[in-house]
């Protein structure tokens, strides 16, 4: 067995160290330059600091190579690779199963990451989404983590599984690919709204209501794709949504937290070093979210803020300021 990785970024470098404590394990980058310097350093300075890789695990810059000999491809690059990475995928291996643990919907189209696959991907070929409440700082201190695989083919998941279950890492399984990569990409969005009520001081009570009530709104868009309704409330649903809203080591936080604080958009990504998922993802979901029908006043909230430049303290007034309505 041997396991490909494709994206050298803190994430993805913590699950290629993972795998590779019993796995053969490539992991490849875009960047040859940091890819280079990881051969050397046998770590990942830019994004994990010096935690050396494991024997089994070597660095390629040169994708084909990579791909070719491969039996399980993991790809974490961001959603805005996604497809092309997958175009890449078809043309030097045509038969490894395709996992992927972006988070995010792709611009212009906003289609998931089971969307573009089933687009790109062979329907005889495996593949699914990996996704949960982990942070590649901590999984890669062997901190206790729990994650989910939801793949096409149960018997998949079940082959797939012992690959991640091992030490500090504990793998659920699923079929609800929908659903789990809807949570996944939409709770980046959730995220940005907690970090601009943090960022606010408007405290723990304010938080509770925005995860609360974001959850409600993931739910929503999920089950109008497909998505079942128990998804939500595991690992991959209110798991993650209240690690990123909560978390230290959480981008989109972070970009709430700075934005409330009166930083520009632009100077905050400049300098986060990491790819905000969610900063990009509000817009799709706004725009998909009308072609749905579905209320979603959280997210339009954090997209106006991000898109037309609304002050983070007008946005929670209108939020606030909304009719009394049932809760359920």
């Known amino acids: 067995m041997k396991v490909c990785v494709l994206g050298a970024g803190a994430w993805g470098t913590a699950l290629a160290m993972h795998i590779a404590k019993k796995t053969q394990t490539v992991i490849w980058g875009r960047d040859s330059g940091h890819i280079s310097g990881m051969k050397k350093a046998r770590s990942n300075p830019m994004y994990l600091g010096d935690f050396i890789f494991p024997d089994l695990l070597s660095v390629e810059n040169n994708l084909s190579k990579a791909l070719s000999d491969c039996d399980l491809i993991l790809s974490v690059v961001p959603t805005s690779g996604f497809r092309e ?22 611009q212009s189209s906003a289609k998931l990451a089971h969307e573009i696959a089933a687009e790109e991907l062979k329907a005889s070929r495996g593949w699914g989404v990996l996704s949960g409440p982990s942070f590649a700082a901590e999984l ?34 699923s079929t609800d690919v929908v659903g789990v990569s809807v949570a996944g990409a939409l709770k980046n969005v959730i995220a940005i709204a907690s970090g601009i009520s943090d960022g606010m001081g408007f405290g723990n009570n304010a938080r509770a209501a925005l995860i609360t009530r974001g959850l409600a709104e993931i739910s929503r868009f999920g089950l109008k794709v497909g998505a079942k309704i128990d998804t939500f409330s595991g690992l991959s649903g209110a798991g993650d949504l209240v690690l990123t809203c909560t978390g230290d080591f959480s981008r989109n936080r972070e970009v709430g937290s700075r934005l409330a604080k009166g930083e520009s958009l632009n100077d905050i990504l400049k300098g986060l070093g990491h790819v905000a998922e969610g900063v990009f993802t509000a817009k799709e979901v706004v725009n998909r979210s009308k072609v749905l029908g579905i209320e979603m006043p959280i997210t339009e909230e954090v997209n106006n803020v991000i898109q037309y430049g609304k002050s983070p303290k007008e946005a929670v007034v209108n939020l606030l300021e909304r009719a009394i309505k049932n809760e359920f």
Not at 157 to 171: D, G, T
Request: aromatic share 8%; hydrophobic share 45%.
């Open 85 to 106: 990475i997958l175009v890449k995928i078809n043309q030097y291996n045509s038969h490894a199963p395709v996992i992927w643990a972006n988070k995010g919907l792709e």
């Open 140 to 173: 890669v201190r062997s901190l206790p983590t729990a994650v989910t695989l939801a793949t096409n083919n149960p018997v998949l998941a079940n082959n797939l599984a012992p690959i991640f279950h091992q030490s500090n890492l504990r793998i659920y399984t």
